[in-house]
T-cell receptor
Framework: DTGVSQDPRHKITKRGQNVTFRCDPI?????LYWYRQTLGQGPEFLTY????????KSRLLSDRFSAERPKGSFSTLEIQRTEQGDSAMYLC???????????FGQGTRLTVV | AQSVTQPDIHITVSEGASLELRCNYS??????LFWYVQSPGQGLQLLLK??????LVQGIKGFEAEFKRSQSSFNLRKPSVHWSDAAEYFC??????????FGAGTRLTVKP
């Protein structure tokens, strides 16, 4: 058990619908990352937070994607107007500081039909 | 920004044989380097990491990796592969004030 939990584990949605995922990091970790992983690929960086501040966003994160970490604890990733190309595993990870080992959650698998 | 290349998409080795998975990184300063393993349906598990000091690092499950600055490499090795090592392996590079970037992964198949 890595200590990072993600909810839900699986989500099937119709194209055009909005979805929201939640990540609860390890409690003393101040950095939280979101990644997207498609079949046969490595995790692709989406965004990360240090406490409640969103410090960097990948250009993969289109304007349909938004992430928040309002109190520096859990984080949410919302995808609006989902497209079939959004189907992927969304991974959350947390670290203590910027140089620590990243602990990953089990991921949320999104299927857009 | 940092980047990682894993040149081998898929490697097959016989059980008991030695293993080396290649990883090359690009980063302007001393990187933090990681190897993760992902089994089907499982999350990413850290095998080992390099931050500084001894360039040969030992990890879990009998794995080791060597940081070679001159070659910008951080190859993963294991002297004798077990069938349970079959999985996807990811190299990642990070920096203290930056995010962590992953390679595309190397899928390891172990023949009996």
């Amino acid at each position: 058990d890595t200590g990072v939990s993600q909810d839900p584990r699986h989500k099937i949605t119709k194209r055009g619908q909005n979805v929201t995922f939640r990540c609860d990091p390890i409690s003393e970790h101040n950095r939280l990352y979101w990644y997207r992983q498609t079949l046969g690929q490595g995790p692709e960086f989406l965004t990360y937070f240090q406490n409640e501040a969103q410090l960097e966003k990948s250009r993969l994160l289109s304007d349909r994607f938004s992430a928040e970490r309002p109190k520096g604890s859990f984080s949410t990733l919302e995808i609006q107007r989902t497209e079939q190309g959004d189907s992927a595993m969304y991974l959350c990870a947390s670290t203590r500081g910027g140089s620590g080992e990243a602990f990953f959650g089990q991921g949320t698998r999104l299927t857009v039909v | 920004a940092q980047s990682v290349t894993q040149p081998d998409i898929h490697i097959t080795v016989s059980e008991g044989a030695s293993l080396e998975l290649r990883c090359n990184y690009s980063y302007g300063a001393t990187p933090y380097l990681f190897w993760y393993v992902q089994s089907p349906g499982q999350g990413l598990q850290l095998l080992l990491k390099y931050f500084s000091g001894d360039t040969l690092v030992q990890g879990i499950k009998g794995f080791e990796a060597e940081f070679k600055r001159s070659q910008s490499s951080f190859n993963l090795r294991k002297p004798s592969v077990h069938w349970s090592d079959a999985a996807e392996y990811f190299c990642a590079v990070g920096a203290q004030n930056n995010d962590m970037r992953f390679g595309a992964g190397t899928r390891l198949t172990v023949k009996p």
